[in-house]
């Protein structure tokens, strides 16, 4: 079946520009997550989806960041007035259900904020 | 704050031989540790995992050995392939208290040579 998926893969834009980032899990995984990789940094959690609770928001670095996910299915990751120091690889990952469920990655999205 | 370090940002292996990627963690709250492996350009891709009710897990060429005591965890690759060249992340979370989210070590890139 299809993995997760992930658009645009590349974006560039200026700095100050909104940029909307889009997450299609894997059908039927209730959880879903948004990670970013910094160059030379390790993946960084950001904000966690499980099925119709409170998203985990503890991740996001500033009130610029906010996402949603509707229908209990895509979601999409916002960046208001973006910073060059947004640039990096933005990951989405979904899983079955819960934590001891794999968490399944997408491709990424490659942000370049000039 | 890292809580999860790899501290070698590289290791390069002959074919055949042994590889030996290894992870310290500060958080003594972690109950469940990954191993994913990454691509250029694609998404991280789970490789294996552990509980810390266990010491060690095996999954053909691959095996995970968790010490607790030393919070150490470290993967072996046995006999290494040159598609083992990847970039591979160590991952851990707190399972047992509800935490979903993944706090990952900064990578280790692995190139094994014939």
């Known amino acids: 079946g299809a993995g997760v998926s992930q658009s645009p893969s590349n974006k560039v834009t200026e700095k100050g520009k909104d940029v909307e980032l889009r997450c299609d899990p894997i059908?039927?995984?209730?959880?879903l997550y948004w990670y970013r990789q910094s160059l030379g940094q390790g993946l960084e959690f950001l904000i966690y989806?499980?099925?119709?609770?409170?998203?985990?928001k503890s991740g996001l670095p500033s009130d610029r960041f906010s996402a949603e996910r509707t229908g209990g299915s895509v979601s999409t990751l916002t960046i208001q007035r973006t910073q060059q120091e947004d640039s990096a690889v933005y990951l989405c990952?979904?899983?079955?259900?819960?934590?001891?469920?794999?968490?399944?990655f997408g491709p990424g999205t490659r942000l370049l904020v000039l | 704050d890292q809580q999860v370090k790899q501290n070698s940002p590289s290791l390069s292996v002959q074919e055949g031989r042994i590889s030996i990627l290894n992870c310290d963690y500060t958080?003594?709250?972690?109950?469940?540790f990954l191993w994913y492996k990454k691509y250029p350009a694609e998404g991280p891709t789970f490789l294996i995992s552990?509980?810390?009710?266990?010491d060690k897990n095996e999954d053909g060429r691959f095996t995970v050995f968790l010490n607790k005591s030393a919070k150490h965890l470290s993967l072996h690759i046995v006999p290494s392939q040159p598609g083992d060249s990847a970039v591979y992340f160590c991952?851990?979370?707190?399972?047992?208290?509800?935490?979903?989210?993944?706090?990952f070590g900064a990578g280790t890139r692995l190139a094994v040579h014939p």
């Open positions: 990952a979904s899983s079955l259900k819960r934590a001891q469920e794999t968490q399944y």
């Open positions: 059908s039927g995984h209730t959880a």
């Open positions: 989806f499980q099925g119709n609770s409170a998203p985990d």
């Open positions: 958080n003594s709250m972690f109950d469940y």
């Open positions: 552990i509980s810390s009710i266990k």
């Open positions: 991952a851990a979370s707190q399972v047992g208290r509800g935490y979903n989210k993944l706090i």
